[in-house]
């Protein structure tokens, strides 16, 4: 399977998976300021992914509306407010994402925007063990 590696607007590869965010689900935004975020979920056989950023330690509160019909993330009842984990890129800090949920993490989630597609030359690739 091909994966596609993202890269921060910094350059730094933060996320390899395959399929392409572009074929994932997105997250039903419940305001208008809300940013759209991509949903990968974390134990599916059709998805596999390497994301490399850290994640902070202490959560922001997010406002959000409740919501009337079923979304994504299907463990959130409908509330009023919930705790993002921002990821964040490695080298810069700039948030790429969140995560909902420390102990039982089903997904991740990339913020639209944040993330780059990048090509990568198959020539050059350098086989690194990590
Ligand atoms: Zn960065």
Redesign the pocket.
């Known amino acids: 399977m091909d994966s596609t590696p993202y890269?921060?607007?910094?350059?730094?590869l933060?996320l390899t998976i395959t399929p392409s965010l572009q074929l994932l689900p997105v997250r039903q935004t419940v305001q208008k300021n809300e940013p759209k975020s991509y949903v990968i979920p974390r134990n599916h056989p059709a998805c596999s992914f390497k994301l490399e950023a850290k994640k902070d330690r202490t959560p922001i509160l997010i406002k959000r509306q409740s919501e009337a019909s079923a979304d994504t993330d299907d463990s959130a009842p409908a509330s009023s407010t919930e705790l993002w984990w921002l990821l964040?890129?490695?080298?810069?800090?700039?948030p790429?994402g969140y995560d909902l949920d420390e102990e039982n993490m089903k997904f991740n989630y990339i913020l639209d925007g944040s993330l780059t597609a990048f090509t990568v030359d198959r020539s050059k690739t350098i086989n690194k063990a990590d």
């Open positions: 890269s921060c607007v910094c350059g730094q933060v964040r890129c490695p080298r810069c800090k700039l790429v």
